[in-house]
């Protein structure tokens, strides 16, 4: 390897501990800034024992945790065995991380179009097939794919094993833009005129799309690229982070603007149903 050549292999590892670190930051400084949020509109309220506050909080907590468990392993020298068990263990907390941001995305369509059957099997559907996949990319061809990087704990992951993942990424990308249109069909059948509730639930829909559609493709985007300067995956923190911290404002904003976050209307009255309100009155119906 030249000189030239190490530089460039240095930088490249440099952006991508910039990049996990700005993912790790930007989870963390949310959960400092609507702290105060979070406790007036969920711990002090009826909200806390509602469908969408329990999500909530293991959408929160899960993210927190393993965020702390991930922040600084890759900036430390550890032996091969360790950081493959690191590197394993945070792949494992992607897929459970994305599969609560859509199990939330599920409920909140399935309420939306008034607790049809048709609809939560459908979506439950799509998400199970998005799981398989994304266990498939992380765990299939693995062996011999990955060589330890120096500069930290890094493995670099060859053509095929790049491609692999990305479609883990990609899957989820068309599941947040089924979940999108499905929001956006919803809206475009019923009027929303005065139903300030209903328009929270399409704008911050049309806002979590915007951003996490947009960091999921520069993410898949860096599986394809051949650069020493970008590594693939080198954006699968920052958007995963991106995720968690837009769900949960997703979920908070709702619980700012109802008291309990869920209403227990019949889904016929749309003027004032919104996410979870219809499942929740489902379960009271059935208890």
Not at 100 to 119: E, N, P, Q, S
């Amino acid at each position: 390897m030249t000189p030239a050549d190490a530089s460039q292999d240095a930088s490249g590892l440099l952006l991508l501990d910039y990049l996990h670190l700005l993912g790790i930051t930007i989870l963390f400084w949310d959960h400092i800034i609507t702290l105060d949020n979070e406790i007036k509109s969920l711990w002090t309220r009826r909200g806390k024992h509602s469908l969408s506050g329990y999500w909530f909080f293991v959408n929160r907590t899960f993210a927190f945790t393993t965020g702390v468990a991930v922040a600084g392993f890759p900036f430390f020298g550890f032996g091969y065995e360790t950081c493959r068990n690191y590197s394993l263990f945070r792949e494992f907390a992607l897929v459970v991380s994305q599969a609560i941001t859509g199990v939330i995305m599920i409920v909140r369509v399935y309420a939306l179009y008034g607790r049809d059957k048709r609809i939560l099997w459908f979506l439950l559907g799509v998400g199970g097939c998005v799981v398989g996949v994304s266990v498939w990319s992380a765990t299939a061809g693995q062996t011999g794919s990955r060589a330890e990087l120096e500069g930290g704990c890094h493995f670099d992951l060859n053509t095929a094993a790049a491609h692999r993942l990305a479609g883990s990424w990609e899957s989820l990308f068309a599941f947040d833009l089924l979940v999108f249109g499905m929001t956006l069909r919803i809206a475009r059948k019923q009027s929303l005129a005065g139903m300030n509730l209903h328009r929270l639930i399409v704008r911050d829909g049309a806002l979590y799309f915007g951003i996490i559609a947009l960091a999921n493709l520069v993410n898949i985007m860096t599986y394809y690229v051949d650069s020493q300067s970008i590594r693939p995956a080198s954006l699968t923190t920052f958007a995963n982070c991106m995720s968690a911290t837009m769900t949960s404002r997703l979920l908070l904003n709702l619980h700012e603007e109802a008291d309990t976050g869920v209403l227990t209307l019949p889904p016929d009255q749309t003027d004032t149903s919104i996410a979870f309100a219809t499942v929740e009155q489902g379960a009271e119906e059935e208890v």
